[in-house]
C-alpha cells in the first residue's frame, strides 16, 4: 500500500542527490546557477550534519583531545608554583550543552571538509579557464596541509602558553577557567596559526599572476621578516618567546621558499617574452620582405626591368598621316 496525500501518491526518489545536468556547452542560466548552487548546499549540509552526529558518539574522547593541552600547561606550572588552585568549570546551566554542540560541529566541520570543500570547488570550477582551474586546485591541495600545520603548532605551543598566562595569579587567588571560553581562545588561536602559515602561499599566489615581483620580494625581505616575528610576538597569547619563535621562524622560512620560487618562477617568465620576442621580431620581418616583394610586383613586371624611356631623337609615328607610299 502506497502513501498518500490527498489523493496524490508519495514518490521516495533519490534523484536529487545527482547533481543538475551540466549544459553541452557549458553555459548556464540564472536559475541553472540557483539550483546547483542549492544542490551543493544540500550536499554539503547533510555530510556536516552526519559527521556532527557521528562525532556525537566520540564526544568525551574529543573533549579530552581539546583540553589535554590546558592539563599539560597546569602540570608545567605546578612545577614552578605547586600551591596554584586552577580547574575548568562551566559557569550557567546551559555550558554543558554548548560545549557538547560546539565540540560536535567542530569535529563535524573538520571531518566533513574533503566533502565540502569539494562542493565549492565543483560550483566554481564551471566558470573558470583551463589555466585558472590548474592554480586553483595547486592552491587548494597546497593551502590545506599548511593551514593544517598552523593548527598543529597551535596545538603543541599552547601548553606553554597557558603555563605562562596562568604563572600571573597571585598566590592566594583561585583561577576558574570557563571550559567554554577556553575552547573558544583555543580554537581562535588555532585558526590564527592556519592563516598565518596561507600567508607565504597568498603572495606566491600573487606572484604567478603578476602582481607582486620577486626583486620587490627580495628588496623588503628584512622589513617582511621583522614584521613576521612582530607578528608573532603581537598573535601569540602567552610571554615567552617559545610561543613567538613556534610562529616566526616558520612563518620566516615558508617566505624565504616564497621568494625563491618566485625568482625561479620570474625568470622563467623573463624567458617566454624573450622568446615570443624573439617570434614576433622575426614575423614582423617577413611581413616587411612581404611588403615589399608585393609592392614590387604590384605592376606585374620588375621595376627594374621595365621598358627604356624613347629618346628624343627618335620619331613617334602620328597615327592620323597616311603610310608613305611603297
Known sequence: ???TIKGRPIRFSLKWLKPPPMPPDGSMTLFEHLRELRYRLVVASLAIIV???VSAFFYKYLLKLLTRPYYAGIEALKESNPDSVTQLVNIDLTSPLRLAVQVCLVAGLVISGPIWLYQLWAFVVPGLLVKEKKWALIFIGTASPLFALGVLTAYVVLPKAISVLLGFTVDGVSNLQDINTFLSFMLRLMVVFGIAYLIPLLVLMLNIVGVVKAKHLAKYRSLVIFGTFVFGAVATPSTDPFSMLALALPMSVLFIATEA?????????AKQLAASGDEL?????????????????SNGHDPN????????????PDTDEPPPPA
Open 1 to 3: 500500500m502506497s502513501l
Open 51 to 53: 559527521a556532527t552526529s
Open 261 to 269: 620560487i618566485a625568482h625561479v618562477l620570474d625568470r622563467r617568465k
Open 281 to 297: 621580431l622575426a614575423t614582423d620581418k617577413a611581413l616587411r620582405e612581404l611588403s615589399d616583394d608585393s609592392s614590387a610586383s
Open 305 to 316: 626591368r621595365s621598358r627604356p624611356m624613347i629618346s628624343s631623337e627618335e620619331k613617334i
